[in-house]
């Protein structure tokens, strides 16, 4: 963490709407199914293949994280996509413009050379957020997506002087969430685990001598 200094950072994200060529092939077929269900084919009835372009709708985002220099990292971010642009061929779909708001935290126990090594668990990195938005999806009723995440980060291994530059962190979080409500004609319910792994190595330092 920085010392001594709080920090705001401010972002912005997202992609322009795109436009790609594509190829549709269309094939009716008359069929038979054997008794052990396997399929064979009679005959081809009608065959097409044409050309066109299918439309990816743009999506723009922006954030902000702010770091105090004891033991918060604290972000929210919102997000919002234009599906209405959307279309397959010329032809548009059940889909609507979408939005997500983000929002998390970061809380590191250890103080900056003040704890003591040996507190393993002051040096793990706590973390938790929420995100609620609706569903691109257009169902009668608007299709509320949501969860909710815990997690933290393990160092493998703990910085025990200045001249160790190496460091793994493993990350492990959970989510809770859905899709959907009693208004909804679609409800999902969504749990999730995840591992990952942090490497880092400082390369370069500039030496400063008094």
């Not at 569903?135 to 001249?163: C, M």
Request: glycine residues 8%; positive net charge; charged residues 25%.
């Amino acid at each position: 963490m920085l010392k001594n200094k709080s920090a705001l950072r401010i972002g912005a994200y997202g992609n322009l709407k795109q436009k790609m060529n594509a190829t549709q092939e269309q094939t009716v077929q008359t069929v038979t199914y054997d008794a052990e269900n396997i399929q064979y084919r009679i005959d081809s009835v009608y065959t097409n293949s044409s050309t066109g372009k299918v439309v990816y709708p743009a999506t723009v985002g922006l954030g902000f994280t702010y770091q105090d220099y004891k033991h918060w990292l604290l972000g929210a971010d919102f997000e919002t996509t234009n599906w209405k642009e959307y279309r397959f061929f010329n032809k548009t779909d059940l889909v609507q413009n979408s939005w997500k708001m983000r929002i998390g935290a970061e809380y590191l126990p250890a103080t900056e050379n003040k704890t003591s090594l040996k507190k393993y668990f002051s040096f793990v990195r706590y973390r938790f957020g929420f995100h609620y938005g609706t569903d691109y999806v257009k169902v009668t009723n608007n299709l509320p997506d949501y969860a909710f995440t815990f997690g933290a980060g393990f160092p493998l291994k703990l910085r025990r002087s200045f001249y160790e530059t190496q460091s793994s962190i493993l990350n492990t979080a959970i989510e809770i969430g859905g899709r959907g409500d009693k208004k909804s004609n679609v409800r999902e319910s969504t749990f999730k685990i995840s591992i990952g792994l942090s490497l880092a190595d400082i390369w370069f330092r500039t030496a400063k001598y008094e």
